[in-house]
Antibody, heavy 122, light 108 residues
Framework: QIQLVQSGTEVKKPGASVKVSCKTSGYSFTGYGVNWVRQAPGQGLEWMGWISGYNRNTKYAENFQGRVTLTADTSTSTAYMELRSLRSDDTAVYYC???????????????WGQGTLVTVSS | EIVLTQSPGTLSLSPGERATLSCRASQTFSSNYLAWFQQKPGQAPRLLIYAASARDSDIPDRFIGSGSGTDFTLTISRLEPEDFAVYYCQQYGSSPLTFGGGTRVEIK
């Protein structure tokens, strides 16, 4: 079955960086993209960006432009999200989510990782 | 950026009742690419509906998505105990992709 397994909880100080991994299995990594979504405590969902598993093209939400980098390793079917210059309001659960075959695909966001809690605190 | 407004914020209903959740977009987007997700405490969201009305795999037929243009609705025809949760709509037809603020369906 399709699985996205994320790395564990992180605690970081303001100004630091964090890199979250998302290891996928059960499907062809190069046939789909991976989205990243975050959820602050008690809040709603916020899309951060997308990376193609096929050609590693990326799209980023403007709110994160310049602070986030999405990468993918096709040899291990793993996607990564790095967020820099962390602030206290970056404290959130970060999810990787399988996309479709292209950025605008009819069926999208169908499988989610378990989430990674990133806490930013001095 | 397309803003999605969900209403009501909270819906208090009893098991067996019908739930009607609304999602209104600030402008139209491609192909009615509108999805609905269910989220329970401590869990990742789960895809229920995509492309406004297509039910995802293994989603019970009591979940019905409808609408087009800027007005979309998720109807749960008869609430089961496991349906009490928070529901989010999302548009994925225009970048940046955006989510609504959510509707909490709670037991009355």
């Amino acid at each position: 079955q399709i699985q996205l397994v994320q790395s564990g909880t992180e605690v970081k100080k303001p100004g630091a960086s964090v890199k979250v991994s998302c290891k996928t299995s059960g499907y062809s990594f190069t046939g789909y993209g991976v989205n990243w979504v975050r959820q602050a405590p008690g809040q709603g969902l916020e899309w951060m960006g997308w990376i193609s598993g096929y050609n590693r093209n990326t799209k980023y939400a403007e709110n994160f432009q310049g602070r986030v980098t999405l990468t993918a390793d096709t040899s291990t079917s793993t996607a990564y999200m790095e967020l820099r210059s962390l602030r206290s309001d970056d404290t959130a659960v970060y999810y990787c989510v399988r996309g479709g075959g292209s950025f605008y695909s009819k069926r999208n966001f169908d499988s989610w990782g378990q989430g990674t809690l990133v806490t930013v605190s001095s | 950026e397309i803003v999605l407004t969900q209403s009501p914020g909270t819906l208090s209903l009893s098991p067996g009742e019908r739930a009607t959740l609304s999602c209104r977009a600030s402008q139209t987007f491609s192909s009615n690419y509108l999805a609905w997700f269910q989220q329970k405490p401590g869990q990742a969201p789960r895809l229920l509906i995509y492309a406004a009305s297509a039910r995802d795999s293994d989603i019970p037929d009591r979940f019905i998505g409808s609408g087009s243009g800027t007005d979309f609705t998720l109807t749960i025809s008869r609430l089961e105990p496991e349906d009490f949760a928070v529901y989010y709509c999302q548009q994925y037809g225009s970048s940046p992709l955006t989510f609504g603020g959510g509707t909490r369906v709670e037991i009355k």
